[in-house]
């Protein structure tokens, strides 16, 4: 090494040492230097493309999505995003799944456009990101926002011209929407009063935060065999519908045990998927706070390894809890996470404090003295872009400075004093907003619809509006009604847990078909102490005829119920649906002046 000078010669010795530390790193995982050991897989989409030959070696067939991914991973297909973009082109074919993979989601024929879903853990937005969306949904989208079922972010109407400028204006807000569609994880969810509950057990804004970055900085979070939910609740006023989540956390006291110190665990659940009627399980296994991201990761990766890539039809979690037992996936977890689990046996948790359904929409006084956050009621959970900058002024002005979605299509505005109610409420008035809402209209759930979603069979946001106008002039409903609609099988709304469920189908009318909806009852969540899958009430209901049925089986809930106290959830449990349908038979409606 004469030859090099001192500069020259460091570098080298330190790049032949890269070298080394390579083949012993190599030697250690037992495979050769540059590649797998007998065609082993390594790397970031290791566990991926193992499953696959696991499925191809055992007689399987990849589906044509599991070979699309293959052929390159989704995320390494950012030129050909922007390539169509400059070209002002759609995506075709397998294109339509791996664009989603950035966020971008082709929803003809529904519209000739793109939708972009958000990634927002636990669904707090600043002022100032909210009006940078605001200028993004007016200059690439068509001026307005969907809030979703996972306190989350759409922005429709994109052309394919404007797709990349979309994701920029993003992620030039520190934003982003990278793998909020496809087979990825979602959009991570938490207590939307997380930090300001007075009866919370944890925050849990730093967790889905943790969780968040784990998933952007981990490319194997990214090769799924399907989608997959995560939620945390700390115990919050607020549901989170956890139950509904791959995996939910619950904040858990626990007072005493052998083993265990006094504190705050969490609770770990697995596969809830309401759309295939299963809600998560409880595992047994107590999670401390810091260990949750971890653990999470660890689910993810059994999840990855042991799903199935031949059928998308039973590719999710619950599929592969049921296929290979609940006690041998925990194993895999285990073997992911590298030890066991601690088990529940011993402890001395204390019982769950319950949440409130509508606990959402109103002012109720924050854990600040003094301060009060105001659950902000969203018509089926749009804004338009006024609406938007007019939450981001109000936010800074009275609260601070932060907008918090929720799972139930609506938002908060939190830390607003005392003495700010009033104009505070004046002014979401003034927006054409309120902190106020029917018995109906306060649990009033509806997905995208026909309108944006080629897979939606009705115009749910429109038919729920309708709905509620008719059943307002008719019924003097005094208890909060949930009512879920939802266009299609993947039950976006979560039709199954509403107190009144409504799954777009099909209705053949004569020689033509017309929207309608099958009918569901008497759904509720755990958090609630409600947790039950809704029962079928009627079937191939033409819309035309739905408000009218739908009044017969309220005016019935009304008439019979056991007190006023008895919620329509208790109500419907409490009798059969052939009794229910009977009564509802028998009841007139009510005639109103032209």
């Known amino acids: 090494m004469s030859d090099f000078d001192d500069q020259q010669k460091q570098w080298l010795q330190g790049f032949v040492s890269g070298i080394e530390a390579r083949k012993a790193a190599d030697k250690l995982a037992n495979r050769t230097a540059g590649g797998g050991a007998a065609g082993t897989p390594i790397g970031p989409d290791a566990l991926q493309h193992a499953a696959q030959d696991r499925a191809v070696a055992a007689g399987g067939k990849l589906v044509a999505e599991e070979m699309a991914k293959r052929t390159r991973h989704p995320l390494d297909r950012w030129d050909e995003v922007v390539a169509r973009a400059e070209a002002g082109q759609f995506p075709k074919g397998a294109d339509v799944l791996l664009t989603k993979y950035h966020g971008l989601f082709y929803v003809a024929p529904a519209q000739d456009s793109f939708m972009c879903r958000l990634r927002i853990p636990n669904g707090i937005v600043n002022a100032w990101q909210m009006r940078g969306l605001a200028e993004a949904a007016d200059s690439f989208g068509g001026g307005y926002a969907d809030v979703t079922t996972r306190a989350n972010l759409q922005i429709r109407e994109i052309p394919a011209r404007h797709a990349v400028d979309l994701l920029l204006a993003v992620q030039d807000l520190g934003l982003t929407a990278r793998g909020s569609g496809a087979d990825n994880i979602r959009n991570i969810t938490g207590s939307p009063t997380a930090g300001i509950d007075p009866q919370e057990l944890y925050d849990t804004r730093p967790l889905c935060r943790a969780m968040h970055h784990y998933i952007l900085n981990h490319r194997e979070m990214y090769g799924l065999p399907r989608k997959f939910n995560i939620a945390f609740d700390g115990g919050g006023k607020v549901p989170?519908?956890?139950?509904?989540?791959?995996?939910?956390?619950?904040?858990?006291?626990?007072?005493?045990?052998?083993?265990?110190?006094?504190?705050?665990?969490?609770?770990?659940?697995?596969?809830?998927?309401?759309?295939?009627?299963?809600?998560?399980?409880?595992?047994?296994?107590?999670?401390?706070?810091?260990?949750?991201?971890?653990?999470?990761?660890?689910?993810?990766?059994?999840?990855?390894?042991?799903?199935?890539?031949?059928?998308?039809?039973?590719?999710?979690?619950?599929?592969?809890?049921?296929?290979?037992?609940?006690?041998?996936?925990?194993?895999?977890?285990?073997?992911?996470?590298?030890?066991?689990?601690?088990?529940?046996?011993?402890?001395?948790?204390?019982?769950?404090?319950?949440?409130?359904?509508?606990?959402?929409?109103?002012?109720?006084?924050?854990?600040?003295?003094?301060?009060?956050?105001?659950?902000?009621?969203?018509?089926?959970?749009?804004?338009?872009?006024?609406?938007?900058?007019?939450?981001?002024?109000?936010?800074?002005?009275?609260?601070?400075?932060?907008?918090?979605?929720?799972v139930w299509q609506n938002l908060l505005i939190s830390d607003v004093a005392d003495c700010d109610i009033g104009v505070c409420v004046a002014a979401l008035e003034a927006l054409g907003l309120s902190v106020e809402a029917s018995a109906i209209r306060r649990g009033l759930i509806a997905c995208t619809g026909n309108a944006g979603c080629k897979f939606a069979a009705s115009n749910t946001k429109g038919h729920a509006l309708k709905l509620a106008d008719y059943l307002e002039m008719r019924l003097a409903v005094d208890t909060p009604i949930n009512i879920h609609l939802t266009g299609c099988h993947h039950s976006c709304a979560q039709h199954y847990i509403g107190d009144i469920g409504l799954i777009a189908v099909k209705v053949d009318r004569g020689e033509e078909s017309v929207e309608g909806y099958n009918v569901f009852i008497g759904g509720g969540a755990a958090s609630t102490a409600e947790q039950a899958m809704a029962r079928e009430y009627a079937t191939a209901i033409a819309f035309d005829e739905l408000p009218s049925l739908l009044e017969k089986l309220l005016a019935v809930y009304l008439t019979h119920r056991a007190g006023s106290p008895e919620s329509f959830f208790e109500f419907c449990r409490r009798h059969e649906i052939a009794v229910l349908r009977s009564l509802a038979e028998q009841v007139p409606l009510r005639a109103l002046a032209a």
């Open 240 to 406: 989170v519908l956890e139950d509904t989540n791959d995996i939910g956390f619950v904040a858990a006291e626990v007072r005493r045990g052998e083993g265990f110190d006094p504190g705050i665990y969490f609770r770990l659940q697995l596969g809830g998927i309401t759309g295939h009627l299963d809600f998560a399980f409880d595992t047994a296994i107590l999670l401390k706070p810091e260990e949750c991201v971890r653990v999470a990761g660890a689910v993810v990766r059994a999840f990855a390894s042991h799903g199935d890539r031949t059928n998308r039809q039973k590719a999710r979690l619950k599929y592969v809890l049921d296929r290979m037992g609940r006690d041998a996936f925990i194993a895999e977890v285990e073997k992911e996470y590298g030890e066991r689990l601690r088990r529940a046996d011993g402890a001395d948790v204390a019982p769950r404090t319950l949440a409130d359904k509508h606990g959402h929409i109103g002012v109720h006084p924050q854990k600040q003295t003094g301060l009060n956050y105001l659950g902000v009621v969203l018509p089926v959970g749009r804004l338009t872009t006024a609406q938007m900058r007019g939450l981001a002024e109000i936010a800074e002005r009275f609260g601070s400075g932060t907008i918090r979605f929720t």
